[in-house]
T-cell receptor
Framework: DAGITQSPRHKVTETGTPVTLRCHQT?????MYWYRQDPGHGLRLIHY???????DKGEVSDGYSVSRSKTEDFLLTLESATSSQTSVYFC?????????????FGPGTRLTVT | AQSVSQHNHHVILSEAASLELGCNYS??????LFWYVQYPGQHLQLLLK????DPLVKGIKGFEAEFIKSKFSFNLRKPSVQWSDTAEYFC????????????WGLGTSLAVNP
């Protein structure tokens, strides 16, 4: 398995509180991604990064922000958590873009917003 | 916009039955194609991928997929399923040129009865 860890693995938080999820990789891959997975919606891209300090929005970026100050770390922040953000969050990494480079996934973070 | 369609949302099979999961995409250019599997409670893992060359691709655990360009399809097959194949299966596509993102299907849930 690719060296990807996510923390925390489980979190319960209250509506309106800020939450930060961390993705850490030891593969030195350039590209990192945050997805959310919900029943009936498959995987949806929230944000991704194509290098240190270089990030872009995915299809469901509202309410989320990201930061990447080091190659190995990609942080996802929910500024003010809402119940609709209850989900399983997966981080993924990729060595290159296009060219058929596959994405490798972390173990996921289960977030519950009450 | 590019999209990926997985026709079967839920499939139930008995052990030793043959499996075929459909995947169609909408993009006229050169593509890279992937099938991922997610076992219960786990993260996504790559089953197989197509970049170029032989359109019949063999992956792990006896799975294979055939790329049919004229039909914009990349169907997943296995001649004889096992109980351990119970999982969710995702098809994904990206632009082979320079696309940083994968476009995902909604997934097919496969249940194999012993």
């Amino acid at each position: 398995d690719a060296g990807i860890t996510q923390s925390p693995r489980h979190k319960v938080t209250e509506t309106g509180t800020p939450v930060t999820l961390r993705c850490h990789q030891t593969e030195n891959h350039r590209y990192m991604y945050w997805y959310r997975q919900d029943p009936g919606h498959g995987l949806r891209l929230i944000h991704y990064s194509y290098g240190v300090k270089d990030t872009d929005k995915g299809e469901v970026s509202d309410g989320y922000s990201v930061s990447r100050s080091k190659t190995e770390d990609f942080l996802l922040t929910l500024e003010s958590a809402t119940s609709s953000q209850t989900s399983v969050y997966f981080c993924a990494i990729s060595e290159t873009a296009g060219g058929g480079s596959e994405q490798y996934f972390g173990p996921g973070t289960r977030l519950t917003v009450t | 916009a590019q999209s990926v369609s997985q026709h079967n949302h839920h499939v139930i099979l008995s052990e030793a039955a043959s499996l075929e999961l459909g995947c169609n995409y909408s993009y006229g250019g050169t593509v890279n194609l992937f099938w991922y599997v997610q076992y219960p409670g786990q993260h996504l893992q790559l089953l197989l991928k197509y970049f170029s060359g032989d359109p019949l691709v063999k992956g792990i655990k006896g799975f294979e997929a055939e790329f049919i360009k004229s039909k914009f399809s990349f169907n997943l097959r296995k001649p004889s399923v096992q109980w351990s194949d119970t999982a969710e299966y995702f098809c994904a596509v990206n632009n082979a040129g320079n696309n940083r993102k994968l476009i995902w299907g909604l997934g097919t849930s496969l249940a194999v009865n012993p």
